[in-house]
């Protein structure tokens, strides 16, 4: 369609065939142009016109008592029509321009960078306390003055930078490197954390007091932090250094055949939540009507189409799914696979600070349930500082 | 015997005037078989889409024959149709 035709608004008209003739002949000596004319197979004749020709077009066929009537109107001023008669759909509208309008006097969002320690979720509840948050009048934000209120309000920040780019704020910081206090040493023992056959005592502080082959237990002091001189009597140190042992360790992992799982029983609860820049609506909840336990997910349905960021309207909330506990059972062969893996997990948060040497599995099954019994041989350091208190 | 042309017929013929700036004179342009321009309409007499009829000047009537005709345009005493078109017969107003 020809986007004039749209904006004047159009009008097809019909007509019998037996009087295609006589319209044809108005239209001829009328001038009446139409944009378009069709003949379907029963002879109807359909033209359209511009609106304005049509009611020309209606008025003379009336006068020259030609069948003629309209059948299809349409373009702008129809559907302006059509939506003026709907008061509701006019005030949306009226009220989402206004809101657009609107919405770029207040702040759309908070970008924050820089922060490595500081929770961000923290830091952006002191920017809101001291006024900077998704909602805030633009006009009256002092970028400077907001960013000096973070600085004071939060000793964990040296440095804080407010910039507005438009509806946004861009927060930077710089986090405070704390210096540790300069502390004296304070004098102190190395001593067996487990019992342990020592290996390579590798003392840097202190008197040591054991050497390779030495069998030593658990709490036994492997380097003095107090050390007897000739010249000057008993001097005190914090002793320091590694002491490789050879250690043994056991490691006990149970699975029984039966347990609990959890079976969903397919009711949902939801509360949801319509946020517009800063303010949230809740509307709908009905979580309170499950009874038994349930999962949680949370959503937030954040728009942003083909804009660089989310538009500050958007719905959030929860989705509760409800569960029951019910027994379960597993097979000897399920058990130990799962025995096998808790074993092996539990041996590689260990592999960090010890050398695994040996490793022996031993399994026992019983009617409830796998038991893998590890015991393991490896060489660690065992040495651990105490300190000593000294009058 | 063959009918002796009118004083402003013959005037324009001696003069090389073109015709079509004599009131009363009509003229066709075929586009191919698919359009037709009839210049110098007077009247639509009938309408159908095999068979057009049209009063042009000069007490002469213009048959149009074929399939599908349809008017596509009006203008300043002339008018445009298209469709597949057979053939074009003149007649004249007491025949």
């Known amino acids: 369609m020809h986007p004039v035709l749209f904006l004047t608004g159009f009008v097809t008209v019909s ?36 609106a304005l020709t049509a009611r020309r077009v209606l008025r003379s066929s009336a006068l020259r008592n030609l069948p003629v009537t309209p059948c299809v109107q349409g373009g702008a001023p129809t559907l302006l029509r059509r939506f003026l008669h709907r008061p509701g759909l006019v005030a949306g509208t009226v009220l989402a321009v206004g809101i657009l309008l609107l919405s770029s006097l207040f702040l759309w969002d908070v970008d924050v960078t820089g922060v490595e320690t500081v929770p961000e979720a923290e830091l952006r509840a002191e920017l809101a306390a001291v006024g900077l948050s998704p909602g805030a009048f633009l006009p009256r934000l002092d970028a400077d003055a907001l960013a000096v209120a973070v600085r004071r309000a939060d000793p964990r920040l040296s440095y804080v930078a407010v910039n507005l780019h438009g509806t946004v704020a861009a927060v930077q910081v710089r986090e405070s490197v704390e210096t540790p206090p300069r502390e004296t040493p304070r004098p102190a023992n190395l001593v067996a954390k487990c019992d342990g056959v020592v290996v390579l005592p590798l003392i840097f502080e202190g008197e040591r007091l054991v050497e390779a082959g030495d069998t030593v237990r658990a709490g036994d002091i492997l380097a003095g932090g107090v050390i007897d001189t000739d010249n000057n009597g008993l001097r005190v140190t914090r002793a320091a250094g590694e002491v490789l042992a050879r250690t043994v360790h056991t490691y006990t992992v149970r699975v029984p055949f039966t347990y609990e799982q959890k079976a969903y029983t397919g009711r949902r609860g939801y509360e949801m939540a319509f946020r517009f820049f800063g303010w949230e609506g809740n509307f709908l909840k009905t979580t309170g009507k499950l009874t038994g336990e349930y999962d949680i997910i949370d959503f937030e349905s954040k728009w942003s189409g083909a804009l660089p960021r989310a538009v500050p309207v958007f719905l959030t909330g929860k989705t509760a799914w409800e569960y029951t506990a019910v027994p379960a059972r597993r097979t000897a062969k399920e058990a130990l696979e799962t025995a096998n893996a808790e074993l092996t997990a539990l041996l590689a948060a260990d592999s960090a600070t010890r050398t695994l040497l040996e490793k022996t599995v031993e399994v026992a099954a019983d009617e409830a349930g796998v038991t893998l019994i590890c015991t393991i041989t490896a060489e660690e350091n065992i040495a651990v500082v105490s300190e000593i208190a000294v009058p | 015997m063959r009918k002796k042309p009118d004083f402003i017929t013959r005037l324009g013929e001696k003069l090389d005037i073109p015709r079509a700036i004599f009131s009363g004179s009509f003229g066709c342009v075929v586009e191919g078989t698919r359009e037709l321009t009839v210049r110098g309409c007077r009247k639509i007499l009938s309408y159908d889409p095999a068979a057009i009829l049209l009063a042009v000047g000069g007490g002469t009537r213009l048959l149009i024959e074929g399939e599908a005709l349809l008017f596509r345009a009006f203008g300043a005493g002339s008018v445009t149709l298209s469709g597949e078109i057979r053939s074009l017969t003149f007649q004249k107003e007491a025949e």
């Open chain 1, 15 to 50: 007509v019998p065939s037996a009087a295609a003739g006589a319209f044809f002949e108005m239209c001829r000596a009328c001038g009446y142009a139409f944009r378009s004319v069709k003949n379907t197979e029963n002879g109807t004749l359909y033209a359209t016109f511009s």
